[in-house]
């Protein structure tokens, strides 16, 4: 009898061992996390919208640098304005949500070369000023707001 005792002890204590976790433990554990989430949420969110922007100036950038070979394979110029009823318009296409403000209109000759100027792209109160630069259309970027 003695015998069967001695070797139920072991099966017991490892159910002991086994055991797990208490429910105030994983609430603990659950209410750290919430917090940790809620402290880094907003600087998430905002990586995500300065990679949003930069993501819309990049594509408008890329149209611009395209303009000189537009204007030469068309064999005129283009003239950059948002005036959308002018003839040999440039065109640009601007991301939702964004709005394009060409301050003083300017050309891109027929041979391809860029008179430069300045470009704004508008959203939610903010806007990013690209000046292009001559004769290659380069631009220069900067944030106004």
């Known amino acids: 009898m003695w015998g ?3 070797r139920a002890e072991p099966a017991v204590q490892r159910l002991r061992a086994a ?11 659950l209410s750290i996390l919430g917090v940790a ?3 880094a949420a907003p600087a998430v969110s905002g990586s995500i919208d300065a990679w949003r922007r930069q993501a819309a100036v990049d594509a408008v950038v890329e149209q611009v640098r395209g303009w000189p070979a537009d204007a ?3 064999g005129r110029p283009l003239l950059v304005t948002d005036d959308p009823d002018a003839a040999d318009r440039a065109e640009l296409s601007v991301p939702e949500g964004w709005e394009l ?4 209109p300017w050309r891109v000759r027929a041979n391809g070369a860029c008179e430069g100027g300045m470009l704004q792209l508008l959203r939610d109160g903010s806007s990013v000023e690209l000046e292009v630069l001559a004769p290659f259309c380069e631009i220069a970027a900067g944030e106004a707001g």
């Open 72 to 74: 030469r394979s068309a």
């Open 19 to 29: 055991r797990g976790f208490t429910l105030l433990e994983l609430l603990v554990v």
């Open 37 to 39: 989430t809620a402290l």
């Open 101 to 104: 403000v060409v301050p003083q």
């Open 4 to 6: 069967i005792c001695r």
